[in-house]
């Protein structure tokens, strides 16, 4: 914008502001344009405008939109009615009627609206032309207070001033600011009010808390408003707040005196109470508000009577409280000597029985005391707690109120509910004046409270020495010092266990016995070292060093208690004076015990290091090792460990460290056992359970750890693992397998061993491990651990892997090479020649139904049924024969292993493959057993059961060849696939009956479709693509009838139904499984294959089974190169892969999978680096606030092991 007018062109000037005076200047509420809270706000303390606007006739302001926005003549709207210009208002809304005539009512920022704005300041004359121009009178502002109330709340008077005729020179010119304004008159806002009334304001509206305008009136003492509005009719003249209080209880409560009275005058109700039962007077009492409460009594008595005043005073609010009592409380010695002129009851108590002497002993004002007895108060009064005012003063320290109430005759020795006295209360208090008030008034000092506890024990409890002193000095207190409690702990116990050092100090100068025992026979030394009081310690030790062997009833010395409650800083003093490190308990625990058992690794630290027993045993042959991995303490495990501790030392139970964590499930323990260089230790003991065919097997730590951690199972196997590079022949790899934990059959041996239990000494089978020599290799025993193989194979690894369903396992390394090793020393030789010997009967089964095919007269011309069948059928060959006799001796050598592997195996035998072997043998029984000559012509039956047979003899084949390498997995992969399909034949049989239907009542003619059967079986071939539409609606013979149109649009809903959408869902099932199948289709044939193993050893013969088992395999690496041939029969299991495996020498994954991976774990670490930040510092906040408490409340912590020393003198 562009302006030549005295080239003054943006900038701002600011007219001089009106002065408001408040209806009190005594309140200091003559603002200068101040906010309610007092401060100036920049864009409402004073109103702006452009040096181009001033400096020209007021009147010929214009264009003023093109200087402000819309916005901004809504908030100069807010500000010309707050300053009060009624001629820039005037012009404005002249200039800008219609826009403006809809916005008086607008809120600002504060929600305080124009009209708001003029009666706060007491701007009549705009708060007339807002009301004339349409402004609400009831607008609702800040908290829904209205105009009226605002007025009433803040106005005052006011010196209206009016600018001069012709005085719109720039504001540049030097003019005295008496020559611009003339002061007309001065407004009050009495007026102000009374112009809203006449608007029609709403005199008994109610803001946000249910103030009136008489209540805002009242709080700001506003006689002017509170006038008017008294005055109008329809007024309610004791409405209710919130809180139940009437105006007058406002008034009372902000010492409005005058406002008080005007009430009064209108018949304001003295009596009145509020939602706490409160009357005016109780709120002027409360606030010591003499000359309101003097007038309440006064016009009370003047308007009623003096009963009405006595009835006034002596009334109760809610607590039961007078305004005698409320007034003591309050401290007024006037509004006590008014109140009791009136008659006021002296002795009169609340709901908690506390009298109004008891309030004044509170006080500590011995003129409302003296003031009370001198009325008769009673001196011995006691509250629901028993309490006298004596009681209450010694509590506050009040001297000369307990010399006068005990001089007056109140008693000192009155108990409270808690068997206090006085004494007992000043003692706790520390308040060392009121001690000595009342020991010099002869009290009696041996009192003792409920639980049996002294005066002198009370200030040893409470850490007051000087008290203490004080009761130390006194010849009456000197036998407290050996008075003991309820629990015969004696002031020094009690000091000591709250870390009191100074009580402690003076306790033992004054000859307090230091091996003095409670009821759990600790002494204060045990007590400090319980808590970790420190400094305590060494104040005991230095008095008495022999108080360090002290024990209690669990014949625990001060070390045993310190490091069973972690108290490094106390163990580490009781050292340093000479604590017995090897000294044990009743449980035959020493200190390191302890301090295993609870994880205090510092403790343990420093007792390694001082020399104690690393491996002591106690009743149960427990060692610390075996406390620490059963109670879960990680750190504290690595330590022992790490200084020697043994894992090959079993408990009572035999359990060594590392099946204790196993039972207890500490994984934490677990693996740092496992990780220890020495861990094959752990591993050579084992467990005795019942198994579950009600034999004792050897659980040891390893089928422990497959059944609970499996993941860890892997770090184990690992370790079996040993690498070795030959550096004489480049390139050249091999690796030693150990399956010493692996293979165990041989490794144990059963023996009968004593057992301690209830009833007496009884023997028990257990199992010991064989003998280690000097290069760790083992001496197996002669026969395995148990004599039913079943059960040895039942609980091979193995077995629990596949039980347990961890088939990851099962592709470690280590697995696979025994997996191998034991393949290839008999596994595979049964294997191949039980597939050679199926093979042979395949052979033969084939050969024999091909031949009976060829010259069976089922098939040939009619023959005359009466001709001799000798004669008619073909020449028996002797091919026929030798195929004859060797189906006959295949099915039943079948028959006998089968029958064989029932016996053996049990219930388990039942299965699919072995039903399938059933199938077979009986069948070709059938076939070969059956002579054709009897078989009459029509009779084709026995063809169709040899269809059967051959179909499923060649299927049952892929029962063996899933476990072949390379081969198995495609048949492992169609079963799981045929699988899938056969969860979906049921919804695949709805549609195929659904259609088949509707084509049966259609194409009834139809020779496909004629009965139900034939249907089904032809919609489920159409299914595949064979539809032969032609045939269907365009039949040969033109007799046959031809199809309507619902029958092509039933066979074209048919055609996208079932071959498109169901063929295709099948199709996608299948490929959506073939990756999740080949994923787990090795895994399955491993778990195959260590199962056909394991089968297989336990049909050799036990010295075979022991020549070729072992503990320990060399695999090397092939260098030469396969042929076609063992590139085909090779997998997993081979050596080449095997070792591939334990050297990690896998194909390099693809650069775009790498940096995923990285990213994603960049992702991961950025958001633990973030959650720690977040911790440490919410850790902080909780440390500052915690030192924040202990500086308050001068609490002295028991460890400076914490981290921070928050010792506050």
């Given at each position: ?19 408001v ?10 603002t200068?344009?101040?906010?309610e ?8 303390s ?14 010929e302001?214009?264009s ?27 012009k404005?809304?002249t200039?800008?009627?219609e ?50 109330q ?8 006011k010196?209206s ?28 806002v009495?007026e ?5 009334i ?17 209540h805002?009136a ?28 009437t ?7 902000y010492?409005?005196?005058d ?5 009064l005058?209108?018949?304001?109700n003295?009596?009145?109470?509020d ?9 002027a ?33 809610g607590?039961g ?9 309050s ?7 008014l ?13 908690h ?18 003031l ?6 009673e ?7 028993i309490?006298?005012p ?18 007056n ?22 308040n ?35 008290v ?26 009690v ?5 009191n ?5 003076l306790?033992?100068?004054a ?13 204060a ?11 305590v ?8 060093r ?22 490094f ?14 000294s044990?308990?009743?449980?035959k ?63 009572a ?10 039972l ?7 693996k ?5 260089p020495?861990?094959?230790?752990a ?12 034999h004792?097997v050897?659980?040891?730590p ?17 370790s ?31 023996v ?7 009833h ?15 290069n760790?290799q ?12 079943r059960?040895?194979n ?15 396992l ?16 008999f ?6 020649g ?12 084939t ?33 026929k ?8 001796i295949?099915?039943i ?15 388990r ?11 077979v ?5 059938y ?23 051959i ?12 476990q072949?390498?390379?081969?198995g ?6 079963f ?7 969860k ?11 259609f088949g ?18 249907s089904?079986?032809k919609?489920t ?14 039949p040969?013979?033109e ?49 195959m ?5 394991l089968?297989?050893?336990?049909h ?10 072992t ?75 915690l ?5 308050h ?5 028991p ?8 010792s506050?003198?």
């Open positions: 914008m562009e302006d030549d007018t005295n080239g003054h062109v943006g900038e701002e000037i600011e007219l001089p502001t009106c002065y005076m408040g209806p009190d200047d005594v309140d200091g509420e003559a200068q344009n101040d906010d809270d007092g401060e100036q706000d920049e864009d409402e004073t109103f702006r405008l452009s040096v181009d606007q001033v400096n020209v006739p007021l009147l302001v214009t003023i939109s093109s200087i402000v926005s819309r916005e901004q003549k809504y908030k100069s709207l807010h500000q010309i009615c707050r300053e009060g210009y009624i001629e820039i208002l005037e404005f809304a200039q800008y009627k826009e403006l005539l809809n916005t008086f009512n607008n809120l600002d920022e504060k929600d305080v609206s124009p009209l708001h704005y003029a009666v706060r300041y007491t701007n009549i004359d705009i708060a007339q032309f807002l009301l004339d121009m349409g402004a609400n009178p009831n607008v609702q502002g800040p908290d829904k207070m209205t105009p009226l605002y007025a009433a709340r803040y106005g005052g008077k010196r001033r009016h600018w001069k005729k012709g005085s719109y020179r720039s504001f540049d010119e030097e003019e005295d600011e008496a020559e611009m304004f003339e002061c007309e008159k001065v407004i009050n009495g102000t009010v009374a112009l809203l006449n608007y029609y304001a709403d005199v008994n509206a109610q803001d946000r808390y249910n103030l009136t305008a008489l805002h009242a709080i700001r003492g506003n006689n002017d408003a509170a006038s008017v509005l008294l005055s109008t009719s329809g007024i309610e003249k004791e409405p209710r707040d919130l809180q139940g209080s105006p007058l209880h406002l008034a009372s409560t010492n409005r005196l406002t008080v009275k005007l009430l005058a209108n018949k304001a003295p009596k009145c109470i939602i706490d039962e409160r009357t005016p007077l109780h709120e009492c409360q606030e010591g508000n003499v000359e309101v409460v003097n007038a309440i009594i006064s016009e009370s008595e003047a308007n009623f009577s003096t009963d009405f005043v006595k009835e006034l005073i002596q009334k109760k609010d607590e409280n007078t305004s005698l009592s409320i007034a003591v409380s401290g007024s010695i006037k509004i006590v000597e109140l009791l002129e009136y008659g006021a009851n002296v002795n009169s108590k609340n709901k029985s506390v009298s109004v002497l008891h309030c004044a002993a509170r006080t500590g004002q011995i003129e409302s005391v003296e009370l007895v001198e009325h008769s108060a001196v011995n009064v006691v509250n629901s707690l309490q006298t004596v009681y209450i003063a010694a509590s506050n320290n009040n001297v000369k109120v307990i010399e006068y109430l005990v001089n005759g109140c008693n000192p020795n009155i108990q409270d509910s808690n068997g206090f006295t006085p004494l007992h209360i000043a003692c706790k208090e520390g060392v004046e009121a001690v000595e008030v009342l020991i010099a008034f002869k009290t009696n000092v041996d009192l003792l409270d409920y639980d049996d506890r002294s005066c002198l024990y009370i200030a040893a409890l409470y850490n007051k020495p000087e203490l002193k004080a009761l130390l000095e006194n010849d009456k207190c000197n036998g407290l010092i050996s008075v003991n409690d309820l629990f015969d702990n004696l002031p020094l116990h000091a000591s266990k709250e870390g050092v100074e009580i402690v100090h306790l033992i100068n000859g307090s016995d230091i091996d003095k025992k409670n009821e759990d026979e600790m002494t030394l045990h007590l400090a070292s319980l808590n970790g009081r420190v400094k310690v060494e104040e005991i030790l230095k008095s008495d022999c108080a360090i062997s002290d024990i209690d009833e669990d014949s625990n010395t001060a070390l045993h208690i310190a490091c069973t409650n972690r108290r800083l106390v163990s580490k003093k009781l050292l340093e004076y000479g604590a017995d490190i090897q044990r308990n009743v449980k625990w020493t200190p390191l015990d302890c301090a295993a058992s609870v994880g205090a690794y510092k403790c343990v630290e420093l007792l390694l290091e001082s020399g104690a027993q690393i491996d002591p045993l106690d009743r149960s042959k427990t060692t610390p090792l075996h406390l620490a991995s059963e109670f879960g303490h990680e750190k504290t495990v690595r330590l022992l460990l790490s200084n020697g501790a043994s894992l090959k030392m079993e408990d139970f035999g359990r060594n460290a590392l099946e204790i964590a196993l207890k499930k500490n994984k934490s323990v677990v740092a056992l496992i990780e220890y020495d861990w094959k230790n591993f050579r003991t084992c467990l005795t359970p019942l198994h579950k065919l009600r004792k050897p659980e040891t390893l089928r422990l750890l497959i059944k609970t951690y499996p993941d860890l199972v892997e770090t184990v196997l690992d079996c693992i040993t690498t070795v590079e030959n550096p004489e022949k480049c390139g050249e790899k091999k690796v030693i397998m150990n399956y010493e934990f692996l293979d165990d059959a041989y490794l144990w041996q059963p009968e061993k004593e057992v301690k239990n209830v007496g000494i009884t023997y028990d089978v257990v199992f010991e491990y064989c003998q280690v020599d000097e760790a083992c001496e197996p025993f002669l026969s395995t651990y148990h004599k039913n193989r059960i040895v039942q609980n091979h690894p193995f077995m629990i892997m596949a039980e347990e369903k961890n088939r990851d099962l592709r470690h390394p280590l697995c696979l090479a025994l997996v191998r090793h034991k393949w290839r020393k596994g595979r030789y049964v294997f191949y039980r597939v050679f010997l199926y093979s042979l009967f395949l052979v033969f089964l050969s024999y139904l091909l031949l009976e095919v060829k010259h069976s007269q089922c098939f040939g011309s009619d023959i005359d049924p009466k001709t001799d069948p000798n004669e008619l059928l073909p020449p028996q060959n002797m091919f024969t030798f195929c004859h006799v060797g189906v006959l295949g099915v050598l079948n028959i006998l292993a089968e029958i064989t592997e029932i016996i053996r195996t049990g219930i035998y039942f299965s699919f493959d072995n039903l399938m072997d059933w199938v043998c009986i069948l070709s029984l076939i070969i057993s059956v002579d054709t000559i009897f078989v009459p012509e029509k009779d084709c039956s026995r063809w169709d059961v040899a269809a059967i047979l179909t499923l003899a060649w299927l049952n084949l892929l029962a063996d060849i899933r072949l390498p390379y081969l997995i495609y048949v492992i992969m169609f799981d696939i045929l699988l899938t399909f056969i979906f034949a049921l919804i695949f049989m709805v549609f195929v009956i659904a239907l509707g084509f049966h009542f259609l194409h009834t003619s139809h020779d496909p479709f004629q009965t139900p059967g034939d089904f079986l919609t071939v159409m299914m595949i693509g064979e539809y032969e539409y032609v045939d269907i609606f365009f040969g013979n007799n046959d009838p031809k199809p309507g149109g619902m029958s092509k649009v039933f066979f074209g809903i048919f055609v996208v139904v079932m071959s498109l959408i169901v063929m295709n869902l099948l199709v996608g099932l299948a490929v959506e499984d073939i990756k999740a199948v080949q994923d787990q289709a090795v895994l399955k044939r491993l778990v294959q260590a199962e056909l193993v089968n297989v050893e336990r050799l013969p036990n010295f075979l089974r022991r020549m070729l088992s503990t320990q395999e060399e695999i090397r690496q092939k260098s030469t190169s396969e042929n076609c041939l063992s590139w085909l029969l090779s997998d997993i299991m081979s050596s080449s892969n095997i070792i591939r495996n334990v050297f990690e020498f896998d194909e390099e994954p693809d650069i775009s999978d790498i940096l995923t991976q990285q990213r994603q774990t960049q992702e991961k670490i950025s958001k633990i680096e973030k959650d720690i930040k977040t911790l440490s510092s919410a850790s902080e906040d909780i440390k500052n606030i030192i924040a408490i202990v500086e409340n001068e609490i002295i912590l460890d400076e092991e914490y981290g921070f020393n928050t506050v003198s």
